[in-house]
T-cell receptor, first 113, second 116 residues
């Protein structure tokens, strides 16, 4: 069974601060996706990383896939209240890709104005 | 981007009744849809893979007779929770694979089921 542990589980910081969310596993994934989920809604895809060591930037968000494709991180600079939400990483199965997505345990982020 | 819609958004039912949740891909055809379950403050757990025109594939521990899945067309999959009980109360989310976009998954808005 593939497991993805996210840390921290909860994070509450002031607007303008920087933060990093980690997504770790002992398993290898074909890809790693990051989602943000608002209360009462479905997850929305932020980014997909596929290659080990890959770094992608989306405005103030920087995503990195570990060299061994077992872990990932999400770094947010100058956090804003609009960044508040549940952040989920999800790994694609080595053999089935997105057919078998394993979701991480989640990080609930609160940005205080 | 592609749109996936679920209906109803929320439903309250009495214990013992059955509830059907629909998942529609509005602007693309999806041969494969996925159903997830999410408990409060927890992550998503894949329940089953819904394949158009064939039987769904259920994850280990998910009762197929309890959670009936039908994928009768390329734009619609349904999840029926049969003889619902309070422990079935949860947030149910579907997703569908988009076309021509490296297998990106698009998620529905979710359906919150409360069984009294």
């Amino acid at each position: 069974t593939q497991l993805l542990e996210q840390s921290p589980q909860f994070l509450s910081i002031q607007e303008g601060e920087n933060l990093t969310v980690y997504c770790n596993s002992s398993s290898v994934f074909s890809s790693l996706q990051w989602y943000r989920q608002e209360p009462g809604e479905g997850p929305v895809l932020l980014v997909t990383v596929v290659t080990g060591g890959e770094v992608k930037k989306l405005k103030r968000l920087t995503f990195q896939f570990g060299d061994a494709r077992k872990d990932s991180s999400l770094h947010i600079t100058a956090a804003q209240p609009g960044d508040t939400g549940l952040y989920l990483c999800a790994g694609g199965h080595p053999n089935f890709g997105n057919e078998k997505l394993t979701f991480g345990t989640g990080t609930r982020l609160t940005i205080i104005p | 981007g592609a749109v996936v819609s679920q209906h109803p958004s929320w439903v309250i039912c009495k214990s013992g009744t059955s509830v059907k949740i629909e998942c529609r891909s509005l602007d693309f055809q999806a041969t494969t849809m996925f159903w997830y379950r999410q408990f409060p403050k927890q992550s998503l757990m894949l329940m089953a893979t819904s394949n158009e025109g064939s039987k769904a594939t259920y994850e280990q521990g998910v009762e197929k007779d309890k959670f009936l899945i039908n994928h009768a067309s390329l734009t619609l999959s349904t999840l029926t929770v049969t003889s619902a009980h309070p422990e079935d109360s949860s947030f149910y989310i579907c997703s569908a694979r988009g076309q021509g976009s490296a297998g990106e998954l698009f998620f529905g808005e979710g359906s919150r089921l409360t069984v009294l």
